[in-house]
């Protein structure tokens, strides 16, 4: 069966810091690959997307790569600050299921 | 400011009452979503619409209903039937349904039973 998993449902990090997330998939042939941020009570707010044939995306302080012969994708968040606390979803598009399929989410705390 | 809003953020439900979550958009988008949210799971797909007078059965449809009459509005209705709706429940929308579109998430109602 499909499956996404993304690392431990808690990251504990210092500031200034690189935070590195996980996402890992299986039985899937995602087409692309997408990650969001949710603060609590609050809906996911998109951060960025990479294609099947990118290896690497930035914004800002953030990047994403994309391993599609791993089944992996690593979400890094460098010189991190307390204000990026907040879960982390990575979601999933594939063409046959025509739908976005989100990860449980890595919680992330950076300290002070 | 253009968004989508959820309404109420706090519903509570008696034994065999159903309740309708609210969700309108002012992005001018064409697809809606909704999506269920239980803590330690991921977000799972109950419906999604991709025109007005079209909605189409995600993954776990059983126990809700849907219309999309308006481009703007796609509220959701927890039957009786769903037997566990204790929830967080997410609307989001998209320009469109492909995979290359952000999906825009409202703040969530939180459904509780009595």
């Known amino acids: 069966s499909q499956k996404i998993e993304q690392n431990s449902e808690a990251l504990n990090i210092q500031e200034g810091k690189t935070a590195t997330l996980t996402c890992n998939y299986t039985?899937?042939?995602?087409?692309?690959l997408q990650w969001y941020r949710q603060d609590p009570g609050r809906g996911p707010v998109f951060l960025l997307l990479?294609?099947?044939?990118?290896k690497e995306k930035r914004k800002e302080r953030l990047k994403v790569t994309f391993d599609t012969t791993l089944k992996q994708s690593l979400f890094h968040i460098t010189a991190s600050q307390p204000a990026d606390s907040a879960t982390y979803l990575c979601?999933?598009?594939?063409?046959?299921?025509?739908?976005?399929?989100f990860g449980s989410g890595t919680q992330l705390t950076v300290l002070p | 400011d253009g968004g989508i809003t959820q309404s109420p953020k706090y519903l509570f439900r008696k034994e065999g009452q159903n309740v309708t979550l609210s969700c309108e958009q002012n992005?001018?988008?064409?697809?809606m979503y909704w999506y269920r949210q239980d803590p330690g799971q991921g977000l799972r797909l109950i419906y999604y619409?991709?025109?007005?007078?079209?909605?189409q059965k995600g993954d776990i449809a059983e126990g809700y209903s849907v219309s999309r009459e308006k481009k703007e509005s796609f509220p959701l209705t927890v039957t009786s039937a769903q037997k566990n709706p204790t929830a967080f429940y997410l609307c989001?929308?998209?320009?469109?349904?492909?995979?290359?579109?952000?999906?825009?998430f409202g703040d969530g109602t939180r459904l509780s039973i009595l």
């Open positions: 979601a999933l598009y594939s063409g046959s299921a025509r739908q976005l399929t």
């Open positions: 989001a929308s998209s320009p469109s349904t492909g995979g290359t579109q952000p999906q825009h």
């Open positions: 619409s991709q025109i007005v007078n079209d909605f």
């Open positions: 039985n899937y042939s995602p087409a692309y």
């Open positions: 992005l001018n988008h064409d697809a």
């Open positions: 990479i294609r099947e044939n990118e």
